[in-house]
């Protein structure tokens, strides 16, 4: 199975809306509707940030959405702050009972 | 509140087998809604899910590690192991464990660090 593709880096200013892209295939992000987004500072365990496609946990903010079209995802940061500024994975559960993460992409405020 | 905590050697000559461990607290590792991940990052790159057990030992590999890699359950220690057998260089990263439901891996170890050299 291969990595879902994501941009390798993503910028914008503070305010500013962005979104991260995450491809995959019919076998993963557009066969299911299990996709997860992970923000990453350096140093530090991932922390979950949507699930299932466009779920939040509690506590996340709602700065953060998620949503799909056929095989790809989509990460939105709108409102853009300073500490946003990390890494982003996508994660899909695969047809073959696995998952599979993305490339990541780093975030950068300008 | 669950907490999961990596234990092992830090260092790994080549060709031989890492194990690691990772212990559950706070909450119990028998449900069976959730499942139990290994997932490593090397430095500077992307996180690869390496595989994952339930409590009935059913397991999961990535194919590209499945001829190398086992992952057991010990529900009376709350704990769940890795076994990389034939490591090479390629394999020092940054090893997590992680509870998993569903899409949701949550929480995650603190992560602990396992260099491949002689």
């Known amino acids: 199975q291969s990595a879902l593709t994501q941009p390798a880096s993503v910028s914008g200013s503070p305010g500013q809306s962005i979104s991260i892209s995450c491809i995959g295939t019919?076998?993963?992000?557009?066969?299911?509707?299990?996709v997860a987004w992970y923000q990453q500072h350096p140093g530090t365990a991932p922390k979950l940030m949507i699930y299932?496609?466009?779920d939040r946990p509690s506590g996340v903010s709602d700065r953060f959405s998620g949503s799909k079209s056929g095989n790809t995802a989509s990460l939105t940061i709108s409102g853009l702050q300073a500490e946003d500024e990390a890494d982003y994975f996508c994660?899909?559960?695969?047809?073959?009972?696995?998952?599979?993460f993305g490339t990541g992409t780093k975030v950068t405020v300008l | 509140q669950v907490q999961l905590q990596e234990s092992g050697p830090g260092l790994v000559k080549p060709s031989q087998t890492l194990s690691l461990t990772c212990t559950v607290s706070?909450?119990?590792?028998?449900?069976?809604?959730?499942?139990w991940n290994w997932i490593r990052q090397p430095a500077g790159e992307a996180l690869e899910w390496i595989g994952r057990?339930?409590?009935?030992?059913?397991?999961n590999y990535n194919p590209s590690l499945q001829s190398r890699v086992t992952i057991s359950v010990d529900t009376s220690k709350s704990q769940f192991s890795l076994k990389l057998s034939s490591v090479t260089a390629a394999d020092t990263a940054v090893y997590y464990c992680?509870?998993?439901?569903?899409?949701?891996?949550?929480?995650w170890g603190q992560g602990t660090l396992v260099i491949v050299s002689s």
């Open positions: 992680a509870r998993g439901l569903g899409i949701k891996f949550d929480p």
């Open positions: 019919r076998s993963d992000v557009g066969g299911y509707n299990y």
């Open positions: 994660i899909s559960y695969s047809s073959i009972s696995t998952v599979v």
């Open positions: 299932d496609v466009s």
């Open positions: 057990v339930y409590a009935n030992g059913n397991t």
């Open positions: 706070g909450g119990s590792i028998s449900s069976l809604s959730y499942y």
